[in-house]
């Protein structure tokens, strides 16, 4: 998964513990952004940033020449392609992109990769997106027995 200029320590953490309870435990970060080693950040992530390998870049085409997956970017683009109609296999490799939480993706995120949208109504925030769009893409990945 890719933040794109994360700016909240808070939905920062949260985002670290709702990857990591999917069992996805690699974050890269794109700069700028909240200082990741602050100890509001490491505190509130209840552990969970000690689990995941963080990478930080300064631009993605950066992270895209280290990585070579399927790319998705998440959009408020009414042509993108939504979320449900993604064809994912199970063994293909995948990036999620989420931009800022004010701004969202730039323009120039839209040439890059399938961008995906998650048709909401406008009550919906980038901490939501997250959980839902990784559930969407690791729901056939675990088998977490359900209790009651």
Same mark, same amino acid.
């Given at each position: 998964?890719?933040?794109?200029n994360p700016s909240d320590m808070g939905n920062l953490e949260t985002i670290i513990r709702t990857i990591l309870g999917f069992?996805?435990?690699? @974050?890269?970060?794109? &700069? !700028?952004a909240v200082d990741i080693f602050n100890p509001n950040v490491i505190r509130a992530s209840m552990g969970a940033i000690?689990?995941?390998?963080?990478?930080?870049? =300064? *631009?993605? =085409?950066?992270?895209?020449? @280290? $990585? $070579? *997956?399927s790319v998705y970017f998440f959009a408020l683009n009414k042509s993108a392609t939504k979320l449900t109609?993604?064809?994912h296999s199970e063994d293909q490799q995948f990036t999620l992109v989420f931009g *800022?939480?004010?701004?969202? @993706?730039?323009?120039?995120?839209? *040439? &890059?990769?399938?961008?995906?949208?998650? !048709? $909401?109504t406008d009550n919906i925030d980038s901490l939501i997106a997250v959980g839902i769009s990784v559930q969407q893409f690791t729901k056939d990945l675990l088998s977490v027995p359900v209790t009651e």
């Open positions: 998964m890719i933040f794109d069992g996805i435990t690699d @974050l890269g970060i794109i &700069k !700028p000690f689990r995941v390998n963080i990478e930080c870049f =300064d *631009n993605f =085409d950066q992270y895209k020449k @280290l $990585h $070579h *997956n109609n993604i064809n *800022n939480e004010g701004s969202g @993706l730039g323009e120039g995120y839209m *040439n &890059k990769g399938e961008c995906v949208i998650i !048709p $909401h």
